[in-house]
């Protein structure tokens, strides 16, 4: 019998506008204004992580990969002696490197293809193969309203061992993506760009981001009152993205960056967009976070919240995080799970279990917290 064919494809530059506040990276300006301000590429890693855990599995495999960056060089770097195809380019790669690679994959074919990026990287998955060829998708880039994805590298992994070990049926799953240059102005507009064929496997993908659930004005005004009435005087607030936020940036009478983190200390805005750097740099003293999940996916790390990094997260500590929600947004989540991704396995780990989440005024709800 012969040797599965996974085919590994990474969009090296995919999620680096995250961490400085810059809600993408689909230009090439983007890219370059990401390394001014000290962006460093994730997707390598996190695809190096995912094909570590595969490599543990120890099963027979043949790994043909796209060159350079793209793949043969975090496969070298997880122990792989992988099948490269074309060559590497010198230049940031481009969409159509990442078509032509699928195609080429597609083409041989193999038996599944892995690859990590980004919204846009899973457009160029549906351009390239469509519902020709299983994929499962490593979670790297900022944005991630797509269906396709793990919820981080170890799901994607996993989810690829269980596809190797059979008896798991693919579904047609959702491929959306956003206008990125609205999205830096406040605006979420998600479109409907495809459909790829995944494992379906629904405790390890991440479902579709929900940008339809509704919020309860009054349950809104009712957690902005609690957080601010618990607001300690000289403490440093970072308040993640989301309508929930805004609802305590207007309980406070201050504004807020919608799609962005802001920065709040005595009821004053300190810093609005904020970076990593930012966050860091006036982390001097006691801080909190308070941050809302994603509806329909539940992350409330990892996902458009890049810039609360793992070290700023230490930095306060996890008994200085707060977690609200309406319980509207609670009931679209699957199983009513939370999920972290924040990059970091150990810190993760340490988030796992049982966490309050407030919901109004007076009330709140007990979610597990899951990777």
Same mark, same amino acid.
């Given at each position: 019998?012969?040797?599965?064919?996974?085919?590994?494809?990474?969009?090296?530059?995919?999620?680096?506008?995250?961490?400085?506040?810059?809600?993408?990276?689909?230009?090439?300006?983007?890219?370059?204004?990401?390394?001014?301000?000290?962006?460093?590429?994730?997707?390598?890693?996190?695809?190096?992580?995912?094909?570590?855990?595969?490599?543990?599995?120890?099963?027979? *495999?043949?790994?043909? &990969?796209? %060159? !350079?960056?793209?793949?043969?060089?975090?496969?070298?770097? =997880? +122990?792989? #002696?992988?099948?490269?195809?074309?060559?590497?380019?010198?230049?940031?790669?481009?969409?159509?490197?990442?078509?032509?690679?699928?195609?080429?994959?597609?083409?041989?074919?193999?038996?599944?293809?892995?690859?990590?990026?980004?919204?846009?990287?899973?457009?160029?998955?549906?351009?390239?193969?469509?519902?020709?060829?299983?994929?499962?998708?490593?979670?790297?880039?900022?944005?991630?309203?797509?269906?396709?994805?793990?919820?981080?590298?170890?799901?994607?992994?996993?989810?690829?061992?269980?596809?190797?070990?059979?008896?798991?049926?693919?579904?047609?799953?959702?491929?959306?993506?956003?206008?990125?240059?609205?999205?830096?102005?406040?605006?979420?507009?998600?479109?409907?760009?495809?459909?790829?064929?995944?494992?379906?496997?629904?405790? *390890?993908?991440?479902? &579709?981001? %929900? !940008?339809?659930?509704?919020?309860?004005?009054?349950?809104? =005004? +009712?957690? #902005?009152?609690?957080?601010?009435?618990?607001?300690?005087?000289?403490?440093?607030?970072?308040?993640?993205?989301?309508?929930?936020?805004?609802?305590?940036?207007?309980?406070?009478?201050?504004?807020?960056?919608?799609?962005?983190?802001?920065?709040?200390?005595?009821?004053?805005?300190?810093?609005?967009?904020?970076?990593?750097?930012?966050?860091?740099?006036?982390?001097?003293?006691?801080?909190?976070?308070?941050?809302?999940?994603?509806?329909?996916?539940?992350?409330?790390?990892?996902?458009?919240?890049?810039?609360?990094?793992?070290?700023?997260?230490?930095?306060?500590?996890?008994?200085?995080?707060?977690?609200?929600?309406?319980?509207?947004?609670?009931?679209?989540?699957?199983?009513?799970?939370?999920?972290?991704?924040?990059?970091?396995?150990? *810190?993760?780990?340490?988030?796992?279990?049982?966490?309050?989440?407030?919901?109004?005024?007076?009330?709140?709800?007990?979610?597990?917290?899951?990777?």
């Amino acid at each position: 019998m012969a040797a599965f064919r996974l085919g590994l494809i990474v969009n090296p530059i995919a999620g680096m506008g995250g961490a400085v506040g810059l809600k993408g990276s689909d230009t090439a300006e983007i890219v370059a204004r990401a390394r001014e301000l000290g962006a460093i590429p994730k997707a390598p890693a996190r695809a190096t992580e995912a094909l570590g855990a595969i490599g543990a599995a120890d099963m027979a *495999l043949t790994l043909v &990969t796209a %060159a !350079g960056d793209m793949g043969e060089r975090e496969a070298r770097d =997880a +122990g792989f #002696a992988p099948q490269g195809l074309g060559i590497a380019k010198e230049a940031d790669t481009i969409a159509a490197d990442t078509v032509r690679a699928a195609e080429e994959m597609a083409g041989l074919p193999v038996d599944l293809i892995l690859f990590a990026g980004g919204d846009g990287t899973a457009r160029d998955m549906v351009r390239a193969v469509g519902g020709k060829i299983p994929v499962v998708g490593i979670p790297a880039g900022v944005k991630m309203h797509s269906a396709v994805y793990a919820t981080n590298p170890q799901s994607a992994a996993r989810m690829v061992l269980r596809y190797m070990r059979g008896g798991i049926s693919l579904r047609e799953l959702e491929v959306m993506d956003i206008d990125e240059a609205a999205f830096r102005e406040g605006a979420v507009s998600a479109q409907l760009y495809g459909y790829l064929s995944v494992p379906y496997l629904p405790d *390890l993908v991440q479902g &579709t981001k %929900a !940008g339809g659930v509704s919020s309860d004005r009054t349950a809104l =005004a +009712g957690i #902005a009152a609690r957080i601010v009435a618990e607001m300690v005087p000289g403490r440093l607030y970072i308040l993640g993205p989301g309508t929930t936020m805004r609802a305590i940036a207007d309980e406070l009478g201050i504004e807020k960056t919608l799609l962005g983190v802001d920065l709040v200390r005595d009821g004053v805005r300190l810093a609005g967009d904020a970076g990593e750097h930012d966050i860091l740099k006036y982390l001097g003293g006691e801080g909190s976070i308070i941050v809302t999940p994603i509806g329909g996916q539940g992350h409330f790390f990892g996902r458009g919240n890049q810039q609360i990094s793992a070290e700023g997260i230490t930095r306060v500590g996890l008994e200085n995080i707060t977690v609200a929600a309406t319980m509207e947004k609670i009931a679209s989540l699957r199983d009513s799970l939370l999920h972290v991704d924040t990059g970091d396995r150990a *810190l993760d780990g340490e988030l796992l279990g049982w966490r309050r989440v407030i919901t109004g005024f007076q009330t709140e709800s007990i979610c597990r917290v899951a990777t």
